[in-house]
């Protein structure tokens, strides 16, 4: 645990903590220490626990199996002062193909998103000692292989990157900041490739300021609609009207469709020549690098030193 850094906690963090670092100790002891994984990424409901949660995972599933935790507040509703703990099994998850763990190398999986983008991170990927020859042969093929790296990458939209991860298809994907914040998908953002770099914006003509800043009931027009209204919602408290497009969301305002827009905002050519300009930005936006949950916690040690180098390259 002092691994983990200094950083403000509160009386239940520390509490947590200290519980914590029991329940460690008796599994060290017990002879599992290469079996512990300390992950401050794993947050449950905590209007209902209130001290350790736990996920258990298996090889070949790439969902956790298991999940509860410490959770005396359930107690305190019924007006029982007593600590409890417990768990559940999922065994609708648990009835999914297992793969056999063998003892040679397992393979790590990586998606690369198609075209520029994918490009640019296999070449991080080869600045960092992780490279794949046959991936630059002139060929029709997907999946490509380093078997004494263990190393397996392929091509796949870029749209669909982050649900290849997500269901464990792919250990290791990359994706824009934007498709993280608008799928939400269960999976662990990693690294901050710094490339790509873009804002997600409001933006309109300039006379909508004055309706962003009375907080009026305005139509929203966004390719991101839960983006849009989590913004709004969440971080503006102003109730909305959002309309999904596909493209060309800048038409929404010239046309009187919208009253602004929630877009991608790079250089700002597309909305000046079409009179329009940010009006609000919501935040930054870049290539991000994600691992599945379970592939985070059973080939931690790999993936961190990969992870590692790609940091250093």
């Known amino acids: 645990l002092k691994k983990i850094g200094a950083f403000a906690v509160n009386s239940e963090m520390q509490n947590a903590f200290n519980e914590l670092s029991k329940v460690c100790e008796k599994l060290i002891d017990a002879g599992y220490e290469k079996n512990i994984n300390i992950d401050c990424s794993l947050v449950n409901d905590m209007n209902y626990y209130n001290g350790i949660a736990f996920k258990g995972f298996v090889h070949g599933v790439p969902a956790s199996v298991l999940s509860g935790g410490r959770y005396d507040k359930l107690m305190d509703r019924v007006n029982k002062k007593a600590g409890a703990i417990g768990f559940a099994v999922y065994l609708d998850t648990l009835e999914r193909p297992v793969g056999e763990k063998n003892s040679e190398k397992t393979i790590i999986n990586v998606a690369l998103p198609k075209g520029r983008l994918g490009e ?43 649900i290849y991860v997500e269901r464990g298809a792919a250990d290791i994907g990359v994706v824009g900041k934007d498709t993280l914040l608008e799928e939400g998908r269960r999976v662990h953002e990693v690294l901050d490739l710094g490339f790509g770099k873009c804002r997600m914006c409001v933006c309109g003509p300039a006379s909508a300021k004055e309706l962003l800043k009375h ?62 300009e940010v009006l609000e930005e ?16 059973m080939e931690t040690e790999r993936i961190r030193e990969l992870i590692h180098k790609l940091k250093g390259r």
């Open 120 to 162: 640019k991170v296999y070449a991080m990927f080869e600045a960092a000692g992780f490279e794949c020859p046959s991936i630059k042969e002139t060929n029709r093929k997907l999946i490509f292989e380093n078997e004494e790296l263990g190393l397996r990458f392929f091509w796949v939209k870029p749209s669909d990157v982050s």
């Open 215 to 276: 907080h009026e009931m305005i139509r929203v027009a966004s390719k991101y609609p839960s983006i849009a209204k989590d913004y709004f919602y969440n971080v503006k408290h102003q109730t909305v009207d959002i309309i999904k497009l596909n493209g060309s969301v800048e038409l929404g305002p010239i046309v009187k469709l919208s009253d602004v827009i929630v877009d991608i905002v790079e250089t700002g050519s597309t909305l000046r020549e079409n009179g329009l």
């Open 282 to 297: 919501i935040c930054p936006l870049s290539a991000r690098m994600i691992v599945n949950q379970v592939s985070m916690q």
